[in-house]
């Protein structure tokens, strides 16, 4: 029998959330070697869960770092402001049960410590003064924390 969740969208087979999925969630940190590593992980471990979860990604920051020309770099910019792309803007937007969580990756190593910019911090406080969730992820243990939450309050 299909299970219908609020908004009308059928999904064939009802999710399985249960406790024994807890323990299935723990990822070891040193499985991730950079920043990029990490947001991998963290979609790929929400993709697991068959579709419960809305993932929505910054395509533009990744992609300048392939673009050595200035010129070709400066207009890959102007071309994805007009389109709506901020600096500082988050690297995922996860949606769940209708809540977006707004989601930047940070990586730690033991040179330094990934830290926010200054667009980041910007773009935190506009997203909490309108009441979303604003998250900085620097682990997997950080997304396994959030996602047993999300999970346990769904279960209730």
Same mark, same amino acid.
Request: aromatic share 12%.
């Given at each position: ?12 087979n009802k999710p399985k ?30 993709? %697991?869960?068959?579709?419960?979860? #809305?993932?929505?990604?910054? *395509?533009?920051?990744?992609? @300048? !770092?392939?673009? &050595? ?19 500082? %803007?988050?690297?995922?937007?996860? #949606?769940?049960?209708?809540? *977006?969580?707004?989601?930047? @990756? !940070?990586?730690? &190593? ?28 620097r682990t997997m243990d ?15």
């Amino acid at each position: 029998m299909p299970y219908k969740r609020q908004l009308g969208i059928t999904i064939k087979n009802k999710p399985k959330i249960s406790s024994k999925r807890k323990t299935q969630t723990k990822l070891v940190r040193d499985q991730t070697q950079n920043e990029a590593e990490l947001q991998k992980a963290v979609v790929s471990k929400l993709r %697991s869960y068959n579709g419960l979860f #809305i993932i929505y990604n910054d *395509p533009v920051s990744p992609a @300048l !770092k392939y673009i &050595t020309n200035p010129q070709a770099r400066m207009g890959f910019i102007q071309y994805s402001k007009n389109r709506g792309w901020e600096k500082g %803007s988050s690297d995922l937007v996860i #949606i769940w049960h209708g809540k *977006p969580t707004f989601l930047e @990756l !940070k990586f730690d &190593t033991t040179k330094h410590k990934g830290k926010l910019s200054e667009e980041q911090i910007n773009y935190r406080k506009r997203v909490e003064y309108f009441g979303y969730d604003w998250q900085c992820w620097r682990t997997m243990d950080d997304c396994v924390t959030w996602l047993n939450k999300q999970l346990e309050e769904f279960e209730k």
